[in-house]
């Protein structure tokens, strides 16, 4: 007869169940410290500086929305051309809007760095393009269209 080793079991104890469960929560808390850092490092929870101001101004953003919209103006999202941002403008009759005057404030969309101005030319028939080049990356263009006595204010976001 041969002798034969029989394997060694280990057992399943309390500690290993102990290591287990706190290995768990280690990972859990490690994980919900690091989501929290990114979450207050990319957004500082500012929507508005003031509530009660911007309650107060509210009435006339709306008025001046309503002012916009009889223009007729559409604006094209804007895109990147050789490195600056580039917007298409038209009128009432979705024909180039001509002769405008366009600025841009640039912002990058978690306050990463300063927000920057952007001015306009006219390249061709209700195209502008930005004199100065816009870094790579996300940023939103909060654009001010002027012609005659006619403004229109629009957003728009750029990757």
């Given at each position: 007869?041969?002798?034969?080793?029989?394997?060694?079991?280990?057992?399943?104890?309390?500690?290993?169940?102990?290591?287990?469960?706190?290995?768990?929560?280690?990972?859990?808390?490690?994980?919900?410290?690091?989501?929290?850092?990114?979450?207050?490092s990319t957004?500082?929870?500012?929507?508005?500086?003031?509530?009660?101001?911007?309650?107060?101004?509210?009435?006339?953003?709306?008025?001046?929305?309503?002012?916009?919209?009889?223009?007729?103006?559409?604006?094209?999202?804007?895109?990147?051309?050789?490195?600056?941002?580039?917007?298409?403008?038209?009128?009432?009759?979705?024909?180039?809007?001509?002769?405008?005057?366009?600025?841009?404030?640039?912002?990058?969309?978690?306050?990463?760095?300063?927000?920057?101005?952007?001015?306009f030319v006219?390249?061709?028939?209700?195209?502008?393009?930005?004199?100065?080049?816009l870094p790579?990356?996300?940023?939103?263009?909060?654009?001010?269209?002027?012609?005659?006595?006619?403004?229109?204010?629009?957003?728009?976001?750029?990757?």
């Amino acid at each position: 007869m041969m002798n034969q080793k029989s394997p060694s079991i280990k057992k399943f104890t309390g500690y290993h169940a102990t290591m287990i469960i706190v290995a768990f929560f280690a990972v859990v808390v490690s994980v919900n410290l690091v989501m929290a850092q990114f979450a207050l490092s990319t957004f500082s929870g500012t929507v508005v500086d003031n509530s009660y101001v911007a309650s107060q101004k509210y009435n006339q953003w709306l008025e001046q929305a309503r002012n916009q919209q009889a223009h007729g103006w559409t604006v094209s999202p804007a895109v990147r051309k050789t490195g600056k941002a580039s917007i298409v403008v038209t009128d009432i009759d979705s024909a180039a809007l001509q002769g405008a005057t366009l600025s841009a404030v640039a912002e990058h969309p978690v306050g990463r760095t300063d927000p920057f101005a952007l001015d306009f030319v006219q390249t061709e028939a209700g195209d502008y393009v930005s004199v100065q080049p816009l870094p790579e990356g996300r940023w939103k263009l909060k654009i001010i269209i002027t012609q005659d006595d006619k403004n229109m204010r629009v957003v728009r976001d750029i990757w």
